[in-house]
């Protein structure tokens, strides 16, 4: 896959967060829909690719990778990343909203 393709598999949670975040009326439900929504996508995506990894031994003082663990530190990155992402949606909903009033 190409550059562009890769960016848009990227973006494709981000996005579809913020539009399920638009079928609410609040501001904050809006935004809050948006980032959990775009965090669990992620989580839940990477904890799949992990799962079918080969577990192998730890480094001598260090601890296994475990996939439920990466998968949420995954969603608390982008939990932030998802909550911009639906105030931006909501920003530019209500421009069009009053553009067009």
Not at 1 to 22: F, K, N, Q
């Given at each position: 896959?190409?550059?562009?393709?890769?960016?848009?598999?990227?973006?494709?949670?981000?996005?579809?967060?913020?539009?399920?975040?638009?079928i609410f009326r609040r501001a904050w439900q809006r935004i809050?829909?948006?980032?959990?929504?775009?965090?669990?996508?992620?989580?839940?995506?990477?904890?799949?690719?992990?799962?079918?990894?080969?577990?192998?031994?730890?480094?001598?003082?260090?601890?296994?990778?475990?996939?439920?663990?990466?998968?949420?530190?995954?969603?608390?990155?982008?939990?932030?990343?998802?909550?911009?992402?639906?105030?931006?949606?909501?920003?530019?909903?209500?421009?069009?909203?009053?553009?067009?009033?």
């Open positions: 896959m190409d550059e562009a393709g890769w960016m848009l598999l990227v973006a494709l949670p981000l996005v579809l967060g913020g539009l399920l975040g638009l809050a829909v948006a980032g959990v929504a775009a965090a669990s996508m992620y989580a839940f995506v990477f904890h799949l690719t992990q799962l079918d990894m080969v577990r192998r031994g730890p480094i001598a003082g260090s601890m296994p990778a475990d996939a439920f663990r990466t998968a949420l530190e995954v969603g608390l990155v982008t939990l932030p990343i998802g909550l911009c992402t639906g105030a931006a949606f909501h920003l530019i909903t209500r421009l069009i909203r009053t553009r067009q009033a």
